[in-house]
């Protein structure tokens, strides 16, 4: 009976393990997609420390601190070159705005973009 019990708790640990290790491999490995619409609705389901382990420090990081503690609540980084249009063609910048560690808004821009997002193309990023 203690041989049944222990072979029935071991299925069952192989049955809820592999698919836990599994999701957790594909999403740590997975990579972020670089054409405009793929990537922004795909792009709040990773951090800060995996998109940058992807297309490595931004260019330019600007963040939004609680005046007295430091803590950082927002962010607003540049990337250069990462995401192309749907005819293949590169947008010059990408804006991530962050809240906390998700990004919550993309801008394209095809500028460096020290001109602001108002001339390039934003979307707001589905909730999850």
């Known amino acids: 009976m203690k041989f049944l019990a222990f072979a029935s ?3 069952a640990q192989a049955l809820f393990i ?6 957790e491999a ?3 490995k997975s990579l972020i997609p670089t054409m405009e619409q793929d990537f922004v609705k795909s792009i709040n389901q990773f951090s800060k420390a995996q998109i940058i382990e992807q297309f490595g420090e931004p260019a330019k990081a600007d963040d939004v601190k609680v005046k007295g503690s430091g803590k950082v609540v927002a962010s607003i980084w540049l990337y250069h070159f990462i995401n192309t249009a749907a005819d293949g063609t590169y947008y ?6 962050f809240i906390d560690d998700k990004v919550v808004m993309v801008a394209f821009l095809n500028n460096d973009g020290s001109e602001g ?3 390039g193309q934003q979307y707001e990023v ?3």
């Open 117 to 119: 997002p108002e001339s």
């Open 92 to 97: 010059e910048t990408t804006e991530l705005d």
């Open 9 to 11: 708790l071991l299925i």
């Open 26 to 28: 594909v999403g740590s």
């Open 18 to 23: 592999q698919p836990a290790l599994a999701d």
């Open 126 to 128: 589905p909730a999850k």
